[in-house]
T-cell receptor
Framework: AQSVTQLDSQVPVFEEAPVELRCNYSSSVSVYLFWYVQYPNQGLQLLLKYLSGSTLVKGINGFEAEFNKSQTSFHLRKPSVHISDTAEYFCAVSEPNTGGFKTIFGAGTRLFVKA | NAGVTQTPKFRVLKTGQSMTLLCAQD?????MYWYRQDPGMGLRLIHYSVGEGTTAKGEVPDGYNVSRLKKQNFLLGLESAAPSQTSVYFC??????????FGPGTRLTVT
């Protein structure tokens, strides 16, 4: 069975500072990995995804994540955050070629960017 | 291209009442999902569908039913609402590679 752990429930950070949101997963099979962002009162939207290939994945809004197979991690980073990055971020793991119904979401990390 | 839409956006029900949530997607996706989102618990899969006319149970199916009579629509029904079903409900769809497209959500309160 797969599982996802987001290690921080809340991350406060000052504007223009770097940020890392941590995600660990467990799975007995190869996986696809995702980060989604949810702005207040909205649905989730895809930030970036890892399917295969290069372990460093770049997404929208200047975010990137690195897949580390040995540490079973997929941490999300941004070198300089903006107020507009305030949102909840969800890490998700999915079993390939299943259409997504075996996608497991983490509990979420609330990023709060302060001026 | 509207993507994934959900109706209604908000609803308040009394215990024991019934309702149907409608999800529609215009991307010709085969797979559709219903999730509920509760604080600190991420998203939990209620039911899903791998194609028109098919449905299957997810992680938390009890108290809910679904139907997918048309490829673009996925309906979630609550036959007898309970306070434990107070939540935000999200519909999603995907075409493959498991990337999901989400609707804006329905906030349901059961009193």
């Amino acid at each position: 069975a797969q599982s996802v752990t987001q290690l921080d429930s809340q991350v406060p950070v000052f504007e223009e500072a770097p940020v890392e949101l941590r995600c660990n997963y467990s799975s007995s099979v190869s996986v696809y990995l995702f980060w989604y962002v949810q702005y207040p009162n909205q649905g989730l939207q895809l930030l970036l995804k890892y399917l295969s290939g290069s372990t460093l994945v770049k997404g929208i809004n200047g975010f990137e994540a690195e897949f580390n197979k040995s540490q079973t991690s997929f941490h999300l980073r941004k070198p300089s955050v903006h107020i507009s990055d305030t949102a909840e971020y969800f890490c998700a793991v999915s079993e390939p070629n299943t259409g997504g119904f075996k996608t497991i979401f983490g509990a979420g990390t609330r990023l709060f960017v302060k001026a | 291209n509207a993507g994934v839409t959900q109706t209604p956006k908000f609803r308040v029900l009394k215990t024991g009442q019934s309702m149907t949530l409608l999800c529609a997607q215009d991307m010709n996706h085969e797979y559709m999902y219903w999730y509920r989102q509760d604080p600190g618990m991420g998203l939990r899969l209620i039911h899903y569908s791998v194609g028109e006319g098919t449905t299957a149970k997810g992680e938390v199916p009890d108290g809910y039913n679904v139907s997918r009579l048309k490829k673009q629509n996925f309906l979630l029904g609550l036959e007898s609402a309970a306070p434990s079903q107070t939540s935000v409900y999200f519909c999603a769809s995907t075409s493959g590679q498991n990337e999901q497209y989400f609707g804006p959500g329905t906030r349901l309160t059961v009193t």
